[in-house]
T-cell receptor, first 114, second 109 residues
Framework: KAGVTQTPRYLIKTRGQQVTLSCSPI?????VSWYQQTPGQGLQFLFE???????NKGNFPGRFSGRQFSNSRSEMNVSTLELGDSALYLC?????????????FGSGTQLSVL | GQNIDQPTEMTATEGAIVQINCTYQ??????LFWYQQHAGEAPTFLSY????GLEEKGRFSSFLSRSKGYSYLLLKELQMKDSASYLC??????????FGKGTTLSVSS
């Protein structure tokens, strides 16, 4: 069974640009969560989607958005990039999502904003 | 909201035992997870506790006390490959899995 796949693996952008990251969950998993990981803050929850609906959202500005497609693949978008958005963005999937399922993580997309 | 605290760094030697503590405050509780993350890799699941007590899985064990808002991960017979970051995470009712900042464990020979 293939794991969670995130593309691209690395991305370099400049301030003000926008970026779209992609995540393909494990086959059969319908919940996809996104996290931002930085050395200072650790893993911070962005949002979670289930069956194309956003069920939960963390405390990030509206520049961060996402969506989920009917095949459970998910994308997240960051508009008007800032230097502080440089981070590892991790996607995780599970069968049905919270509250007591373990998450399976992808290897992440390393975003650098110059 | 919730607050999850764990030590930033720990060091130990091969063959030793190390205990990584995690304290949490949450308005509602639906279980506590431990994940391992090697540098440059994805976090991987280690353990899940929802009831008080000790869960043992090979060299790794995890303990939970809900009344104290406390958990620990116990690693026995440490190996060099155990050098990694260990993440404590709790589900808060109505939201998602929220992580602590992680404990970086360095194992030396």
């Amino acid at each position: 069974k293939a794991g969670v796949t995130q593309t691209p693996r690395y991305l370099i952008k400049t301030r003000g640009q926008q970026v779209t990251l992609s995540c393909s969950p494990i086959s059969g998993h319908r919940s996809v969560s996104w996290y931002q990981q930085t050395p200072g803050q650790g893993l911070q929850f962005l949002f979670e989607y289930f069956s194309e609906t956003q069920r939960n959202k963390g405390n990030f500005p509206g520049r961060f958005s996402g969506r989920q497609f009917s095949n459970s693949r998910s994308e997240m978008n960051v508009s008007t990039l800032e230097l502080g958005d440089s981070a590892l963005y991790l996607c995780a999937s599970s069968s049905t999502g919270p509250p007591n399922e373990k998450l399976f993580f992808g290897s992440g997309t390393q975003l650098s904003v110059l | 909201g919730q607050n999850i605290d764990q030590p930033t760094e720990m060091t130990a030697t091969e063959g030793a035992i190390v205990q990584i503590n995690c304290t949490y405050q949450t308005s509602g509780f639906n279980g506590l997870f431990w994940y391992q993350q090697h540098a440059g890799e994805a976090p991987t699941f280690l353990s899940y506790n929802v009831l008080d007590g000790l869960e043992e899985k090979g060299r790794f064990s995890s303990f939970l006390s809900r009344s104290k808002g406390y958990s620990y991960l116990l690693l026995k017979e440490l190996q060099m490959k155990d050098s990694a970051s260990y993440l404590c995470a709790v589900y808060q009712a109505g939201t998602a899995l929220i992580f602590g900042k992680g404990t970086t464990l360095s194992v030396s020979s």
